[in-house]
Protein backbone atom coordinates (compact mmCIF):
# COMPACT_ATOMS: atom_id res chain seq x y z
CA UNK A 1 0.00 0.00 0.00
CA UNK A 2 1.14 3.25 -0.81
CA UNK A 3 -0.06 6.42 1.28
CA UNK A 4 0.40 9.83 -0.19
CA UNK A 5 -0.36 13.16 1.18
CA UNK A 6 -0.82 15.59 -1.08
CA UNK A 7 -0.47 19.35 0.91
CA UNK A 8 -0.18 22.65 0.70
CA UNK A 9 1.24 25.38 2.93
CA UNK A 10 0.59 29.46 3.09
CA UNK A 11 2.65 31.80 5.33
CA UNK A 12 3.49 35.31 6.24
CA UNK A 13 6.35 35.33 3.85
CA UNK A 14 9.40 33.25 2.43
CA UNK A 15 11.85 32.63 4.65
CA UNK A 16 11.29 31.25 8.17
CA UNK A 17 14.58 31.93 9.25
CA UNK A 18 13.44 35.39 9.24
CA UNK A 19 10.62 35.17 11.27
CA UNK A 20 7.86 34.36 8.72
CA UNK A 21 5.65 31.14 9.64
CA UNK A 22 2.74 29.28 8.66
CA UNK A 23 -0.73 30.38 8.26
CA UNK A 24 -2.31 27.63 6.52
CA UNK A 25 -2.03 23.70 6.01
CA UNK A 26 -4.48 21.78 3.31
CA UNK A 27 -3.83 18.26 2.71
CA UNK A 28 -5.54 15.23 1.12
CA UNK A 29 -4.99 11.34 1.55
CA UNK A 30 -3.86 9.31 -1.34
CA UNK A 31 -4.00 5.40 -1.01
CA UNK A 32 -2.23 3.74 -4.10
CA UNK A 33 -3.03 6.79 -6.32
CA UNK A 34 -6.60 7.07 -4.99
CA UNK A 35 -8.09 9.79 -2.79
CA UNK A 36 -10.21 8.31 -0.05
CA UNK A 37 -11.80 11.41 0.96
CA UNK A 38 -9.61 11.91 3.96
CA UNK A 39 -8.40 15.57 4.42
CA UNK A 40 -6.53 18.26 6.87
CA UNK A 41 -7.35 21.73 6.51
CA UNK A 42 -6.00 24.04 9.44
CA UNK A 43 -5.68 28.00 9.77
CA UNK A 44 -2.81 28.86 11.64
CA UNK A 45 -1.96 31.86 14.53
CA UNK A 46 1.53 32.78 13.40
CA UNK A 47 1.61 35.07 16.57
CA UNK A 48 2.59 38.06 14.21
CA UNK A 49 1.44 40.91 11.52
CA UNK A 50 0.90 39.60 8.26
CA UNK A 51 2.68 41.43 5.66
CA UNK A 52 0.68 43.33 2.85
CA UNK A 53 2.36 41.30 -0.13
CA UNK A 54 1.88 38.19 1.49
CA UNK A 55 -1.78 39.25 1.76
CA UNK A 56 -2.62 40.33 -1.87
CA UNK A 57 -1.27 36.10 -2.32
CA UNK A 58 -3.96 34.38 0.36
CA UNK A 59 -6.26 36.90 1.89
CA UNK A 60 -5.26 36.00 5.34
CA UNK A 61 -5.00 38.71 7.63
CA UNK A 62 -3.83 38.69 10.82
CA UNK A 63 -7.27 40.10 12.15
CA UNK A 64 -8.35 36.82 10.99
CA UNK A 65 -5.73 34.44 12.01
CA UNK A 66 -5.77 35.71 15.86
CA UNK A 67 -8.70 33.55 16.30
CA UNK A 68 -7.13 30.05 15.62
CA UNK A 69 -4.84 27.96 17.29
CA UNK A 70 -0.96 28.21 16.98
CA UNK A 71 1.20 25.65 15.40
CA UNK A 72 2.25 24.27 18.66
CA UNK A 73 -1.30 23.20 19.64
CA UNK A 74 -1.81 21.75 16.03
CA UNK A 75 1.43 20.41 15.36
CA UNK A 76 0.28 16.28 16.77
CA UNK A 77 -2.79 16.18 14.85
CA UNK A 78 -0.67 17.50 11.79
CA UNK A 79 1.63 14.80 12.29
CA UNK A 80 -0.64 12.22 13.05
CA UNK A 81 -2.43 12.73 9.89
CA UNK A 82 0.76 12.28 7.75
CA UNK A 83 2.00 9.55 9.83
CA UNK A 84 4.96 7.45 9.62
CA UNK A 85 4.75 6.09 6.48
CA UNK A 86 2.92 9.08 4.54
CA UNK A 87 4.99 10.13 1.60
CA UNK A 88 4.62 14.28 1.39
CA UNK A 89 3.52 15.28 -2.07
CA UNK A 90 3.77 19.08 -2.51
CA UNK A 91 4.46 21.85 -5.55
CA UNK A 92 7.91 23.43 -4.83
CA UNK A 93 8.31 21.13 -1.80
CA UNK A 94 11.17 22.84 -0.75
CA UNK A 95 9.35 25.64 0.05
CA UNK A 96 6.62 23.66 2.32
CA UNK A 97 8.65 20.79 3.76
CA UNK A 98 11.53 23.87 4.88
CA UNK A 99 8.60 25.53 6.74
CA UNK A 100 6.63 22.60 8.39
CA UNK A 101 10.37 21.57 9.31
CA UNK A 102 11.80 24.51 11.01
CA UNK A 103 8.26 24.80 13.07
CA UNK A 104 8.54 21.50 13.97
CA UNK A 105 12.10 21.61 14.94
CA UNK A 106 11.69 24.58 17.14
CA UNK A 107 8.92 22.15 19.30
CA UNK A 108 11.28 19.23 19.23
CA UNK A 109 9.40 17.47 16.58
CA UNK A 110 10.17 15.13 14.22
CA UNK A 111 10.90 16.53 10.97
CA UNK A 112 10.32 15.23 7.77
CA UNK A 113 12.40 13.18 5.46
CA UNK A 114 13.50 14.34 2.38
CA UNK A 115 13.53 10.64 0.93
CA UNK A 116 9.79 11.01 1.51
CA UNK A 117 9.01 13.99 -0.12
CA UNK A 118 7.66 13.86 -4.29
CA UNK A 119 7.96 17.51 -6.06
CA UNK A 120 5.74 17.76 -8.30
CA UNK A 121 7.19 21.37 -9.59
CA UNK A 122 10.29 19.17 -10.89
CA UNK A 123 8.12 16.82 -12.13
CA UNK A 124 6.71 19.02 -14.26
CA UNK A 125 9.80 20.91 -15.02
CA UNK A 126 11.04 17.56 -17.17
CA UNK A 127 8.17 16.75 -18.69
CA UNK A 128 7.37 20.41 -20.18
CA UNK A 129 10.70 21.82 -19.85
CA UNK A 130 10.64 25.54 -21.08
CA UNK A 131 6.95 25.92 -20.50
CA UNK A 132 5.29 27.31 -17.46
CA UNK A 133 4.42 24.87 -15.04
CA UNK A 134 2.16 26.82 -12.06
CA UNK A 135 -0.28 25.06 -10.39
CA UNK A 136 -2.81 27.53 -12.88
CA UNK A 137 -0.60 26.27 -15.70
CA UNK A 138 -0.51 22.40 -14.99
CA UNK A 139 -4.62 22.79 -14.23
CA UNK A 140 -4.82 24.67 -17.46
CA UNK A 141 -2.92 21.72 -19.23
CA UNK A 142 -5.16 19.14 -17.81
CA UNK A 143 -8.27 20.53 -18.09
CA UNK A 144 -8.37 20.59 -14.76
CA UNK A 145 -11.64 23.09 -13.28
CA UNK A 146 -9.36 25.92 -11.20
CA UNK A 147 -12.33 28.61 -11.85
CA UNK A 148 -12.51 28.62 -7.50
CA UNK A 149 -9.07 29.80 -6.87
CA UNK A 150 -9.27 33.62 -7.00
CA UNK A 151 -6.40 33.39 -4.53
CA UNK A 152 -4.15 30.94 -2.80
CA UNK A 153 -5.29 28.75 -0.23
CA UNK A 154 -3.84 25.46 0.83
CA UNK A 155 -6.59 22.93 0.93
CA UNK A 156 -8.63 24.26 -2.58
CA UNK A 157 -4.07 24.24 -3.76
CA UNK A 158 -3.84 20.52 -2.42
CA UNK A 159 -6.81 19.46 -4.09
CA UNK A 160 -6.07 20.50 -7.28
CA UNK A 161 -2.45 19.66 -6.78
CA UNK A 162 -3.36 15.92 -5.89
CA UNK A 163 -5.67 16.04 -10.21
CA UNK A 164 -2.45 17.45 -11.39
CA UNK A 165 -0.32 14.37 -9.70
CA UNK A 166 -2.03 12.05 -11.25
CA UNK A 167 -2.12 13.40 -14.26
CA UNK A 168 1.62 13.85 -14.35
CA UNK A 169 2.43 10.09 -12.87
CA UNK A 170 0.42 9.24 -16.19
CA UNK A 171 -3.67 10.16 -16.09
CA UNK A 172 -5.99 8.88 -13.33
CA UNK A 173 -9.16 6.51 -13.37
CA UNK A 174 -12.58 7.52 -13.44
CA UNK A 175 -12.70 6.47 -9.64
CA UNK A 176 -9.79 8.86 -8.69
CA UNK A 177 -12.30 12.28 -9.60
CA UNK A 178 -12.24 14.73 -7.03
CA UNK A 179 -15.65 16.09 -8.11
CA UNK A 180 -18.40 14.17 -7.36
CA UNK A 181 -20.48 14.91 -10.39
CA UNK A 182 -17.35 13.00 -12.47
CA UNK A 183 -17.42 10.11 -10.99
CA UNK A 184 -18.76 8.07 -13.64
CA UNK A 185 -18.06 4.90 -14.94
CA UNK A 186 -17.16 5.41 -18.81
CA UNK A 187 -18.10 1.84 -20.55
CA UNK A 188 -16.99 1.67 -24.27
CA UNK A 189 -19.18 1.12 -26.93
CA UNK A 190 -17.71 -2.12 -29.47
CA UNK A 191 -18.22 -1.04 -32.94
CA UNK A 192 -18.18 -3.30 -36.05
CA UNK A 193 -14.47 -3.84 -37.43
CA UNK A 194 -13.88 -1.99 -40.30
CA UNK A 195 -16.69 0.98 -39.56
CA UNK A 196 -15.39 4.35 -40.08
CA UNK A 197 -18.09 6.11 -38.78
CA UNK A 198 -18.37 5.31 -35.15
CA UNK A 199 -21.64 3.87 -35.52
CA UNK A 200 -23.07 0.76 -33.65
CA UNK A 201 -24.11 -1.67 -36.12
CA UNK A 202 -27.03 -4.63 -35.66
CA UNK A 203 -25.80 -7.88 -34.53
CA UNK A 204 -25.71 -10.32 -38.40
CA UNK A 205 -27.24 -13.32 -38.07
CA UNK A 206 -25.49 -16.50 -40.17
CA UNK A 207 -28.32 -19.42 -40.67
CA UNK A 208 -26.88 -23.12 -40.89
CA UNK A 209 -28.22 -25.28 -43.38
CA UNK A 210 -29.13 -29.03 -42.09
CA UNK A 211 -26.43 -30.34 -43.28
CA UNK A 212 -24.24 -28.21 -40.73
CA UNK A 213 -26.69 -28.38 -38.05
CA UNK A 214 -26.41 -32.35 -38.49
CA UNK A 215 -22.38 -32.31 -39.34
CA UNK A 216 -22.48 -30.81 -35.62
CA UNK A 217 -24.74 -32.82 -33.43
CA UNK A 218 -22.84 -36.21 -35.29
CA UNK A 219 -19.46 -34.55 -33.76
CA UNK A 220 -21.15 -34.16 -30.37
CA UNK A 221 -22.37 -36.96 -29.91
CA UNK A 222 -19.58 -39.18 -31.52
CA UNK A 223 -16.51 -37.51 -31.07
CA UNK A 224 -16.81 -35.67 -27.29
CA UNK A 225 -17.47 -38.77 -24.38
CA UNK A 226 -18.60 -37.53 -21.31
CA UNK A 227 -19.83 -34.06 -22.08
CA UNK A 228 -20.54 -31.75 -19.16
CA UNK A 229 -23.71 -30.34 -20.99
CA UNK A 230 -25.09 -33.75 -21.43
CA UNK A 231 -24.71 -34.50 -18.04
CA UNK A 232 -26.41 -31.52 -16.65
CA UNK A 233 -29.63 -32.68 -19.08
CA UNK A 234 -29.79 -36.37 -17.66
CA UNK A 235 -29.74 -34.38 -14.30
CA UNK A 236 -32.52 -32.14 -15.17
CA UNK A 237 -34.71 -34.68 -16.88
CA UNK A 238 -34.33 -36.94 -13.50
Known amino acids: MVREIVFDTETT ?3 ADKGD ?3 EIGAVELINHIPTGKVYHQYINPQREVPEDAFKVHGLSYDFLKQFPTFDQIVD ?3 DFVGEDGILVAHNAKFDITFCNFEQKALNKREFSWDKVIDTLEIARNMFPG ?3 NLDAL ?3 FNIDNSNRTKHGALLDAELLAEVYLQLIGGQEPSMMF ?3 KKTVQTQTIVEFGSTDGKIR ?3 HFPLSEEEVNLHNEFLQNKIKNAIWLAEENTDSE
Open 202 to 204: EAR
Open 131 to 133: TRV
Open 139 to 141: CKR
Open 77 to 79: EWL
Open 179 to 181: DEK
Open 13 to 15: GFD
Open 21 to 23: RLV
